[in-house]
């Protein structure tokens, strides 16, 4: 499967941004565990939101609560919600699928490109 991120940007702290995720090709995307990982510069790729295949959804710590992760399998696109965004937030975001997934990077073979989230202080 071929995953496209988009909709990242610039955007003042407390300011908002929706990301999307485009599958193509591969198996059925309903059937896929799907997730959100962010890597800013210098860190390593971390864990921020995973949706499984039924509609469960698992959230990080640092972004729980202003941050919403859905899929709409009818578009074959996975979504992330940023509201109350704050500095800390700013990094590149990817998504990723697989057939279990997980909130561990090796949970999932298949890598989006990446979008970058600016968030201004």
């Known amino acids: 499967v071929q995953l496209q991120a988009s909709g990242g940007g610039l955007v003042q702290a407390g300011g908002s941004l929706r990301l999307s995720c485009v599958a193509s090709?591969?198996?059925?995307?309903?059937?896929?565990?799907l997730g959100w990982f962010r890597q800013a510069p210098g860190k390593e790729r971390e864990f921020v939101a995973s949706?499984?295949?039924?509609?469960?959804?698992r959230y990080s710590e640092s972004v729980k609560g202003r941050f919403t992760i859905s899929r709409e399998n009818a578009k074959n696109t996975m979504y992330l919600e940023l509201n109350s965004l704050k500095p800390e937030d700013t990094a590149v975001y990817y998504c990723?699928?697989?057939?279990?997934?997980?909130?561990?990077?090796?949970?999932?073979?298949?890598w989006g490109q990446g979008t970058q989230v600016t968030v201004s202080s």
């Open positions: 090709g591969g198996r059925t995307f309903s059937s896929y565990a």
């Open positions: 949706i499984t295949w039924r509609g469960g959804s």
């Open positions: 990723a699928a697989d057939q279990v997934g997980g909130t561990v990077v090796d949970a999932y073979a298949y």
